[in-house]
Every structure is written in structure tokens, then in C-alpha cells.
């Protein structure tokens, strides 16, 4: 519903108690209107488009208890933002949710609304102390202030003042928490989430007697040492625990008793040791990246239950062949392996996962073939297999069974066969990376099939619960209005090798509109197919390395998207397509070492890329190469020599002008000064006079021709 609502709603009854407006699209202020339901309690009006502050007619509401405002474009300062929460209102007021706005300035002092229960700013831009602005409210319950700029200190006596806290959200503030050892807090959270804000280098042992906890994030805290035996006595109703990005050691015991309803775990980014623990049958969801566990055999053997959704051990030691257990887990939909050291094939047993999304076993030693119970896998998004030892052909049934694959990495192994033409059945494909293979013949002429690369469009939903932007997210935020935001949580990433600007990274949450086919350095020929030029969302195309012959297409200009072009070290021959001058974007190209010739366009782009871009190409001329083009040194030398066969006939007109001007005028004037005496006298005395003048005119006219004439 739009603001057009608001009519009716205020001429049908000033008696309602409550009303609820949420996840529309109500735009504007808010109406001054609200003031005049003095029964009102419970206005919510969050995930909306509102703009402007809070009006002043709402400080007369004397009933209003629960004031839901978050996610919306209410802006400002805080000071004239909270400037009409006096009057009566101020007294009624508990539950004040305004997180998700753009509300700006120094937090304020909420002594202003004692009767305050529920509060929650985050994600906003307030900065200033937190601690001050909010030791006077006593009834507080639940606090989240997230994502802000919020300092200071928090310490045991500040949070003591508050008996009925159970929501505590202090998370990416620059806040430090400052408790001693043997702490036992007043109140019991059942949701504690202080991400990013200072709290080690020792384990917070206050947080074990909290036996209400169902959420707990203490992530990239600071935290450096050994997790004390007695935390893992944790109440069973946990149902989220994120210890990751810290400097946390040891060795995880077998806690798969301890806390049962545990469905989340992250624990990646730390430096835990040992083999991988016995976890709850009940799990949904394991992170233990970036760690040093090893023995991945005894753990995916070992699992029952099945519930498992999402599993990442990448970046660890381990080092054995991947077990053939994963029919025991028909649930899982993400699976990350890579950046170990597993090595044999790759079990048959994966094929049963038919939920798969993703799968990354990428940076491995794995060899042999693909098997085919791959094919089953019909719901991928991302397969990345790149730098192992695989062999074999590149199967068809990649292109015939996974049609919905996003992103397809298959670089540094051993493949070999040619490219099918199945290949072009990929229509989500939106990075293509078959380079360092052994890959022959020629590239299909069907790219242009390849729909998510030749035309705009917006990222795939993956299901229910995954959506892809570079990240996967999983929303397992608690009930209601707990952490202030839409989703809880990132728990896992894939990862892209992607060669690019003639350098290789590694994409993960950035890799966002990135469209890319990367075919190097494997035993390409025959031509670039004119079709590739189909594809006008390409950003960056590397075929080399390769043998590919022929010319560049003429029409590679429609690729106004490219920033990144390497054709490199091919066998490519004739000039460069003019229409090369429009591509505005690029900022890297490289054509180097083929046999390309003629004057390089002119354009800003193109001239601006050093010289060592386009050597070996005898032919090639024209900036930003010092060779001149054979008609430019043709065009120079014509230009002088017609300037020297000009100065030429003019100095053999000016000779026999002279010549014959004198032998006219000699005997005219000889002949009329022997006739008259007194002609001869003036002829002779006006000779005298002019001679000076005559031999100067003559000499400064001589040498102004002769440096017009050389020049």
C-alpha cells in the first residue's frame, strides 16, 4: 500500500489502539496526523520509505508504548530527532526501534524516555559515548546499537544497572569491554552479539554463566587464547555459536552431547588444531576455515543425522584422500574443500548430493577424471575445481545437466579434447575459466547462447535460503527484532580465481557483476569466433597463450563493457579493428607477440597502454610504438621534397627573370639615354642613390627564401 492510506485510516477512528503498516511502500513524512489517536499503543510503520524525523504532534500521545520505525530514510540530526519525544509520550514510550535509518550526530542522553525497555539504533551513523547516554534507563531489556561509531568503555558496573537485560547487540562499534575474570552479571542474555568490538586476549569467562544463551557471537574480538574446558557446559537451548576471526588455539573436544540444539558453528579464522571433533547430529551449518585441523576421514564418516547444510573446512591440513561417505548427508547444498592438500579422485559418492549449490575443491592434489555421478548434481551454481591434477575430456553433461551453473572454474589441470559445443548450454554462466588445460581445436561459435554474459541481468536467486552476490547467507537470526538487520550472518564464501589486468586474484564477496571467460594457455586454434562480440556484458576475455589464427573480429567494439583484453602470444594476423576506439572502459590490453600489422587506432584507451603491449608485431605502427607507419615516413619525405622542388623552380624563374629583365631594360634605357642628355645625367645620379638600399632589399629578401624553402 502506498502513503494514500493514510486518508482513510485517519477518517475511519481515532480509537484504534493498534496499528501495523510494516513492508509496504508508505513514502513521505510521517503524518502529523498520528497525533490525533490519543488511544493509540502499538504503531509500526518499519520497512517502508519514510523520510524526515519523528512529528511533534506525537510527544501528545500519551498511550504509545511501542514505536516501530527501522528500516526506512529517516535522516537528521539526533538532537532535532528526538526533540519530539517530550511531552506525555516520553513517560509511555518502551519498545523504540529506529534501527536501519540514516539518524546522524552524537548519541543522546536517553534519560529523556525513563520508561525505555526495548532500544534500537543500529545501523545508523551515531558516534559519541554509549555508555553515558544510556546508564539512567534501568528497565532496559534489550539493547542493539550495531554498526555505528560508538566509543568508550563498557564496563561490569555500567551493564549492572541493568537486572532485565536479555538482548545485547554492541557489535562493529569501536567499543572496548572491560570485565574482570570472576564477573557474575545481574542479569541472563539470551542473545549476546559483540562482533568486532575489543573484549580479549583472555576468554570471557563471565559468559558461562549465562545459561540463557540461544545466540553468541564473540567474533574478531581479540580473543588469543585456549577456550576453558568449563565453556562448553553451555546451556542445550544454544542454537548459534561464532567464535571465528580470532587467535583462539587448542583443540576442540568431542561436544556432540553437550550442547544438542547447537545448528550453526563458526569457529573459521582461528588457529585450532587436531583432528576435526564429533559435532551434534543436528547441525545445519560448520565453518571451520582457515584452522590447522586435519583428518577429514574420520569426520565425514562419522556424521549421522544428515541435517547438514553447509560445510567449509577450507584453508586447513588436510591431507588424505577424500572419503566416499557423502551419500550420508542427501541435505547438503555448500561444500568447501578447497586450499588443502587432499589427493586421489574425487569419490563417486559426491554425486549423491543432489541439494548441492555449491562446490569447491579447488587448490588440491586431486586427480583423474571427473565421475559421472557428477551429473546428478543438476542444482549447482558454483563448481570451482581449478589447480589440482584432473584429466580426462571436459564432459558434456557439465553443459547438458548443469545448466544453472553461475560459476564454472576448471583452471591448471590436465584436461585435454576440444570444447564442445555443449558449453554454449550454460546460459547463467557468468565466469567461464577452462585456461592452463591441454585444451584443442576451436572455440565454439555458439557463445553467443551464453545469455548471462550478452544481456543484463539481475543475480539468480539460489534458493529458499542462499542468494549469491559473491557470498553465501543464511538467515538464522533469533525471532523478531534481535540484530536489527535483515539477515543474521555471513557463514561461508566461495571463492573465484579470476585472471585479471593481467594478474590473478581471488574473488570472493567482491566478485558481484564480474562476467569473465578466461581460455589461456592451453592448444587453442583456428579463429575467434565473431559471435564472442555477442556478448556485450563481458568484462574480461584472455585467450592467450594459445594458436589462434586468423584476424581480430571487426566487431569487437560492441564489447563496451571490457576493461580487460588479452590476446597475447596467438598467431593472430592483419590490422587492428577500428572499432577497437570504443572501448572506453578498458584498462588493460595486451596483444603482444603475434603477427598483427597496420596503424594502431587512435583513441584515449588505447594510447595509453605502454609500448611493451604490442611488441612483437612487426607490422604494427603508430604511438604509443616509436615505429612510424611507412605512409607517415612516405607522407614526411614527399612533403619535403615538393618543398625543395618549389624553392628549385623558383630560383630558375627569379635567374631567367633577371636575365631577361636586364637585357629588355638595358637596351631600353642604354637606347633613350644616348638620345637625351639630360635623362642620362638623372638616370645615373637616381643609380647612386638607390644602390644602398637596393643591395640591402635584395639580400634580406634572398634569405627569408632560402629558410622558407629549407624548412
Known sequence: MSSSIFPWLFNSSTKLAYVYLSSNKLNGSIPNAFGDMNSLRYLFLDDNQLEGGIPKSFEDICTLTILGLFENYLNGQVLEFFKNLKGCLKDSLEDLYLDSNQIEGSVPNFAILPSLAWLTLANNKLYGNLAKSIESLHRLEALIVGSNMLEGIISEAQ?????????LDLSHNPLTLNFSFDWVPPFQLY?????????????PNWIKTQR????LDISSTGISNTIPTS????????????LSHNQIKGRLPNISTKVSNLHTIDFSSNRFEGPLPVFPPNLTSINLSKNMFSRLNSFVCSVSGGNLRFLDLSSNHLSEEIPDCFMHWPKLEV?????????????????????????DLSNNSLSGELPWSLQNCTMLRFLCLGNNKLSGKIPTWIGEKMSSLIILSLRSNKFHGSMQFQICLLVHIKHLDLSQNNIS?????????????????????MSDNFFWNGTVYKNFGPEGRMNGSGSYDIIGTVNVIVGWKGNVYEYGKNFGEMRSIDLANSKLTGKIPDEICCLIELKTLNLSGNMLTGMIPQNIGQLEQLESLDLSRNRLFGSLPASMVALHFLSFLDLSYNELSGRIPTSTQIQSFVSDRFIGNLGLCGPPLIEKCPQDVTSSTNHRK??????????????????LGFIVGFWGVCGTLMLNRSWRHAYFLLMINLKDWLYVTIVVHTTRLKKMFHN
Open 159 to 167: 551493564l549492572s544497572n541493568f537486572p532485565q537485560l536479555s538482548y
Open 191 to 203: 542473545y549476546l552479539y559483540v562482533r568486532s568490538c575489543k573484549l580479549g586476549p583472555d576468554f
Open 212 to 215: 540463557n544463551l540461544q545466540f
Open 231 to 242: 565453556f562448553w557446559d553451555m546451556p542445550s537451548e544454544l542454537r548459534y555459536l561464532n
Open 335 to 359: 561444500l568447501n574443500l578447497a586450499h588443502n592438500k587432499l589427493s586421489g579422485k574425487i569419490p563417486h559418492s559426491m554425486g549423491s548430493l543432489t541439494q548441492l549449490i555449491a562446490l
Open 441 to 461: 581445436g576451436t572455440i565454439p561459435q555458439c557463445l553467443n547462447n551464453l545469455t548471462a554474459m550478452a544481456h543484463k541481468v539481475s543475480d539468480f536467486t
Open 642 to 659: 615538393n618543398y625543395q622542388e618549389d624553392g628549385d623552380e623558383f630560383w630558375k624563374c627569379l635567374y631567367i627573370g633577371t636575365g
